[in-house]
């Protein structure tokens, strides 16, 4: 049934239909006691009886008000009425979502860079306030009329994605299929860095003008968030700078610990980057930036398509600024140590590329080079394609390219020099090492993790799995349970309790000594010794965690008085010199306003009404 002219609260008028989504419908609203516009977020009827999902709904609703921040759209208000559950939020006048740009144009990477740098102000602020979003995809990204971004849905999002969890296994997982980070899709324990990297799932779609990972269900896209890589953006679109390329590819790292460790970091990056793109003309040579990426190991050629070898390293010869190239010149030198690359506008004429996919290698080569196309070869073993035959290229056929661009080609490869990998699991690290050996490949790094109901010795677990097809003598990862000594993990980053519960599954003791690093109390920040050290059992751990301020309790109540008609109340916590908005709501004239919050010893509660401070403690 349509809600449209509802009047929720005698407040809320509710008026044209904006957005549906599986759980809500969102109504642009006008607010008679603001004399405002505002947008209304709905719940859909079925949720209404689910009396957890409501608390939770309200609970974190409320928290997420106190989110206040220019890319980040705002929530007013909470409430229900005539068995309507409702969001109050920040009218983005002529607003539309990330994912309606992304399906009528492609993006620029100057516009790819400042968006993202919105998205990533946004993420900062929450972060620093504990707040992890758990589904940021272009649906909840909106642009505003000149092109600013919002995050929307952010602290209900846990809520929303819980709705249309994934089903793994018999454990299911929340998020968005095509933009869930790995950890999610095992049902592992999320943080900031989990938001890192849908970030840079949804910039890889903006910058490739497709998405990252696609699959026939659900469930298929998460295990390739898991398990693969992308084709790399710049194989898909030469013409994307490199830096902005790597900048994707430390956010789309599989393990949180070598992604970015703070959102702060990577804006460091992107504003690099987008002062670069701003300052310099596309007929100038691109200075290089220094990026705050590091090194960093990529996967296994088995497990990646192989790029494009580099160019041989030489120094650089940069031309003076301004001189026109009458030839189409791309090329770019990739090293850890330093980015280069150089971007020019030509007067080369335009050439459609014609489709090989299909055709051999030769005849594909000599298409190409008659239109004075240049060629590039990378194999891909494939069992079920015909040796020799082009399976991919990058420009796709019917693109518009500039005379001697270099097409990449994916042929199929040799099958017959490739094994096919057995399933070592469950054997011990002995049986396990013959068994490959026997199938013609390596044992390559052994790492120590811990099961307490599998046996000591054996393998947990196999980085390339049972039935992948490798080359000869290729070095297959596996994971050990421990016997005699374990191998300390990396517990920098856990919570305490997390900390000790490790400890106490590898038969550690630990000791905690207290940490003056800012940060989240009860998180982990330092050990003794590293990880990676071999201990024995019951050896002695000393975990450096950061500890609590010793608090108190304030508890305010105000009445609002009867010579205010509506009064607009606001509790703000002062904390070494910062405030922070703890509660702000309209209320009406004799109406009272209590509330509770544990805060430092050295804070103070300040309240307002109507911007006129009336209460201090």
Not at 52 to 64: L, Y
Not at 83 to 111: C, F, N, P
Not at 270 to 283: D, G, Q, S
Not at 480 to 499: D, F, K, M, Q, Y
Request: hydrophobic share 40%.
């Amino acid at each position: 049934m349509g809600v449209k002219d509802l009047l929720l609260n005698d407040r809320y008028r509710l008026g044209q239909l904006i957005g549906t989504g599986g759980m809500a419908d969102v109504y642009l609203a006008y607010d008679a006691m603001l004399e405002r516009e505002v947008a209304v977020k709905v719940l859909h009827d079925s949720l209404a009886t689910d009396y957890t999902f409501i608390e939770n709904f309200r609970r974190e609703a409320k928290a997420a008000a106190k989110l206040l921040h220019p890319n980040i759209v705002g929530i007013y208000d909470v409430g229900e009425d005539q068995g309507k559950y409702y969001i109050v939020m920040e009218y983005v006048k002529g607003g539309h979502t990330l994912k309606d740009e992304l399906e009528t144009r492609q993006l620029s990477a100057k516009e790819t860079i400042a968006i993202a740098l919105n998205i990533a102000e946004g993420l900062k602020a929450a972060h620093s306030m504990g707040f992890v979003h758990c589904d940021i995809k272009p649906q909840n990204i909106l642009l505003t009329e000149d092109g600013k971004a919002k995050i929307t849905d952010f602290g209900i999002a846990r809520i929303v994605s819980s709705s249309s969890t994934l089903v793994f296994g018999k454990q299911e997982i929340m998020g968005t299929a095509h933009y869930i980070s790995p950890e999610q899709a095992q049902g592992k324990l999320v943080d900031s860095r989990s938001d890192l990297y849908s970030l840079g799932v949804v910039l890889y779609e903006m910058l490739a003008g497709e998405k990252a990972f696609d699959g026939e269900n659900p469930v298929s896209i998460a295990v390739k968030h898991i398990q693969e890589y992308p084709l790399p953006l710049s194989l898909c679109k030469r013409s994307i700078p490199a830096e902005i390329c790597l900048v994707v590819d430390k956010l789309m790292e599989k393990e949180p610990i070598h992604r970015y460790p703070t959102t702060a970091q990577l804006i460091q990056d992107l504003t690099k980057i987008n002062r670069l793109l701003v300052e310099t003309p596309r007929n100038e040579y691109t200075q290089q930036i220094p990026l705050i990426v590091p090194e960093k190991t990529r996967p296994k050629a088995e497990q990646r398509e192989k790029k494009p070898e580099p160019l041989p390293e030489k120094k650089s010869a940069f031309l003076p600024k301004k001189i026109w190239i009458p030839a189409l010149i791309l090329m770019f030198a990739i090293s850890f140590g330093g980015v280069f690359f150089l971007m020019f506008d030509s007067g080369a004429k335009e050439i459609e590329v014609p489709k090989v996919e299909g055709l051999l290698e030769a005849e594909a080569k000599t298409q190409l080079e008659a239109l004075g196309l240049q060629v590039e070869i990378t194999e891909s073993m494939d069992s079920q394609a015909e040796q020799g035959k082009v399976l991919r290229q990058t420009p796709i056929g019917g693109a518009k390219v500039k005379e001697g661009r270099v097409i990449t080609l994916v042929i199929a490869g040799e099958s017959n020099s490739r094994v096919t990998v057995p399933s070592v699991v469950g054997m011990s690290s002995s049986d396990a090492q013959n068994l490959l050996e026997k199938s013609g490949l390596t044992v390559g790094k052994v790492s120590v993790g811990w099961d307490a109901t599998k046996p000591a010795g054996s393998v947990l677990k196999q980085e390339i799995r049972a039935g992948d097809s490798v080359a000869q003598k290729a070095p297959i990862d596996i994971v050990v349970n421990p016997e005699g000594t374990v191998v300390l993990p990396n517990l920098r980053g856990r919570s305490i309790n997390e900390a000790e519960q490790i400890m106490n599954q590898l038969g550690l003791k630990a000791t905690i000594q207290e940490s003056t690093s800012d940060g989240v109390a009860g998180t982990v920040t330092d050990q003794v010794p590293e990880s990676g050290t071999s201990m024995l059992n019951e050896g002695q751990v000393t975990l450096f965690v950061i500890s609590k301020p010793e608090q108190k309790l304030i508890s305010i109540s105000y009445t609002v008085p009867n010579t205010d008609q509506i009064a607009e109340i606001k509790v703000v916590k002062v904390s070494n010199g910062s405030e922070t908005i703890l509660f702000s709501k309209t209320v009406k004239n004799g109406d009272t306003v209590e509330e509770s919050y544990e805060v430092d010893l050295d804070d103070r509660i300040l309240v307002y009404s109507n911007s006129e401070l009336v209460m201090e403690k």
